[in-house]
């Protein structure tokens, strides 16, 4: 979907339909940050938005992360055995560790299924890729974000996010 579109909604939201009281880029700046909350979001609920894969060619055991890479999924070795993720300093044959932006591993190639950051917004004509049912909920939180609260963007994209947590048990009732 075309930026434009949220750029007209968060104007309508934030009362500046005119574009008299911001500029474009503020609007845009609005509109990437709330993209990077409805990322960070997404990822801590294993959401299904913002997934891709990559291989990850290791070099002295290290290679250097995608640059979009946000958050971990899994991790799969040259033969598509999925790898251990360790937390050590030197992991061995099927292990990996993630250490800032480097990943280690015993394994000469690693596919790394992740969370990116999605790409930035320039203008309204970049391309936002997101299905369209999230156009609301990124033109409301960069609306949030223009009202100065990071919190009331995060509760607007986990408004509109599916839970993808699975549901707690539900206690069953005494039968008398």
């Not at 930026?3 to 609005?30: C, E, N, P, S, T």
Request: net charge negative; proline share 5%.
């Amino acid at each position: 979907m075309k930026a434009q579109k949220i750029l007209a909604q968060v104007r309508l939201y934030v009362g500046d339909a005119a574009k008299a009281k911001f500029a474009d880029w503020q609007a845009v700046r609005a509109i990437n940050d709330a993209l990077r909350v409805m990322a960070e979001e997404n990822a801590k609920s294993a959401g299904l938005l913002f997934r891709r894969s990559a291989e990850v060619v290791l070099a002295a055991e290290s290679g250097v992360l995608p640059s979009d890479y946000l958050n971990v999924i899994r991790g799969f070795g040259a033969e598509g055995r999925e790898l251990l993720q360790v937390h050590g300093d030197s992991p061995g044959a099927g292990e990996y560790a993630i250490r800032g932006d480097v990943l280690c591993s015993g394994e000469p190639r690693v596919t790394l299924w992740y969370f990116s950051t999605p790409p930035a917004v320039a203008d309204g004509e970049s391309e936002i890729e997101v299905p369209e049912r999230y156009a609301t909920a990124i033109a409301r939180a960069a609306a949030a974000l223009f009202a100065g609260g990071e919190g009331g963007a995060v509760s607007v994209v986990n408004y509109f996010l599916p839970n993808m947590r699975p549901a707690a048990p539900q206690r069953k009732e005494a039968q008398s």
